[in-house]
């Protein structure tokens, strides 16, 4: 059963664009989500979170949008750069205070074109 | 000092070998974590401590044995393993604090591969 899922595995956008990425999810207790980007033989690395008290949270260029009604979440990238290009993974957690599980999504891999 | 460090990097063990990772932070996270990852998969939670102290065991065979000697380490001792068990394996740590939210920082992982 598949919690949180990323239907797109892959993306592909022109440098200086927008990347969009989504996740959706099933579980209704998930209280805090998240966004890890993973270059290949590396450790998944923090992008950005949100938690379920609200619906925007906007760090430089990544911004990350909550729909509680829908169980949506989605990143922005704004402008796109070559270094972005990445396997990024969404997260989630039932409280987010730590010493929980994280369950992830299967993960998109975005494609900076130049 | 906001990194995770994992050793070794890579390891090759047969069946029957005995073998240890070993994980280390010093950002005073006191929840620490080993996660297993597949290829083309998400990572999956395996075990989870707290102030030192087991909290969460992922219904994880008992081939696999974790460790927290101090609060700043973490290891993981692997014994009689499958081939089935070559996965990246992956450390991360967090803060724990009931007031408010806490994202978990993840190593670079070791990649195990069991003949």
């Known amino acids: 059963d598949q919690q949180v899922k990323q239907n797109s595995p892959s993306l592909s956008v022109q440098e200086g664009r927008i990347s969009i990425l989504n996740c959706d999810y099933t579980?209704?207790?998930?209280?805090?989500f998240l966004w890890y980007k993973k270059y290949p033989a590396e450790g998944p690395t923090f992008l950005i979170s949100?938690?379920?008290?609200?619906d925007k949270n906007e760090d430089g260029r990544f911004t990350v949008f909550l729909n509680k009604s829908a169980k949506h979440l989605s990143l922005h990238i704004v402008p796109s750069q070559p270094g972005d290009s990445a396997v990024y993974f969404c997260?989630?957690?039932?409280?987010?205070?730590?010493?929980?599980?994280?369950?992830f999504g299967t993960g998109t891999r975005l494609t900076i074109i130049p | 000092d906001t990194e995770v460090t994992q050793t070794p990097k890579h390891l090759v063990m047969g069946m029957t070998n005995k073998k240890s990772l070993k994980c280390e932070q010093h950002?005073?996270?006191?929840?620490m974590y080993w996660y297993k990852q597949k290829a083309k998969k998400p990572p999956e939670l395996m075990f989870v401590?707290?102030?030192?102290?087991?909290?969460i065991n992922e219904s994880v065979p008992s081939r696999f044995s974790p460790e927290c000697p101090n609060s700043s380490l973490l290891n993981l001792h692997l014994h009689a393993l499958q081939p089935e068990d070559s996965a990246l394996y992956l450390c991360?740590?967090?803060?724990?604090?009931?007031?408010?939210?806490?994202?978990?920082?993840f190593g670079p992982g070791t990649r195990l591969t069991v003949l």
């Open positions: 991360a740590s967090s803060r724990v604090d009931g007031s408010s939210y806490n994202e978990q920082f």
């Open positions: 579980n209704s207790m998930f209280d805090y």
């Open positions: 949100i938690s379920s008290i609200k």
């Open positions: 997260a989630a957690s039932e409280r987010g205070f730590g010493n929980e599980k994280l369950t």
């Open positions: 950002m005073g996270h006191r929840a």
């Open positions: 401590y707290s102030y030192e102290k087991l909290s």
